[in-house]
């Protein structure tokens, strides 16, 4: 389960933050994981070095990660789990892409358009890392989704602004697991799922 930082999308950015605290060059999170981070576990670690030993599973952004890069290196890994993770980063495109572009407002983390560049124009960009375009690539790798609806639930506490942004949150990670979920039974690859109904995006129903 690698860190991605604190806004890193499990992405070789398309360019730096606007406000400049990424730097340049733009981060490269998915050459640190994949050809610098696995091979450092493997040389340093008594590990299984090869694709029948190898899971990797994340949480919200982790999902994704996990997804995008099991998608994108199938002879990587033999396993891959997201809980609530935002595995279908064009739901809705064109208009979910740009609510995803602009999701800074809630998470604090940099526009979408330095991840993967214009959603429209550098469309291509985001369907390279995007796991439920990418279904088709996972066969053959077993595969658990997990996902609330965003209706409260037992583990959630109160009503504030923060209760109402976990809400939102994780109802637009459900549609997305539903999307993913759909693409993956359209290409006949098994998979479990798990849409356990009401939860939010909370740390009780995350790490639960």
């Not at 450092?40 to 999902?63: C, K, N, Q, W």
């Not at 939010?200 to 129903?205: G, K, Q, S």
Request: proline content about 8%.
């Amino acid at each position: 389960m690698p860190d991605g930082g604190h806004f890193g999308f499990y992405t070789n950015w398309y360019g730096s933050d606007v406000d400049g605290l990424t730097g340049n060059p733009p981060p490269a999170w998915e050459t640190y994981h994949i050809a610098e981070l696995i091979p450092f576990i493997d040389s340093h670690y008594p590990t299984v070095a090869e694709r029948s030993g190898r899971a990797i599973a994340g949480l919200s952004m982790g999902g994704f990660g996990a997804m995008s890069y099991a998608a994108k290196h199938p002879e990587l890994f033999v396993a891959a789990g997201s809980f609530s993770g935002a595995v279908d980063i064009e739901y809705g495109y064109p208009i979910a892409s740009e609510v995803l572009t602009l999701s800074s407002v809630v998470t604090g983390g940099p526009p979408s358009r330095c991840i993967w560049g214009d959603p429209n124009r550098q469309r291509a960009l985001w369907r390279a890392a995007d796991p439920t375009y990418l279904a088709g690539n996972l066969q053959g790798v077993s595969l658990y989704l997990a996902s609330g609806d965003g209706r409260p639930g037992p583990l959630d506490i109160g009503n504030s602004l923060a209760t109402y942004q976990a809400e939102g949150v994780e109802g637009f990670v459900w549609r997305m697991n539903r999307a993913m979920d759909a693409a993956l039974n359209a290409d006949g690859i098994p998979h479990t799922d798990e849409f356990y109904g009401s939860g939010t995006h909370t740390w009780p129903l995350l790490a639960a």
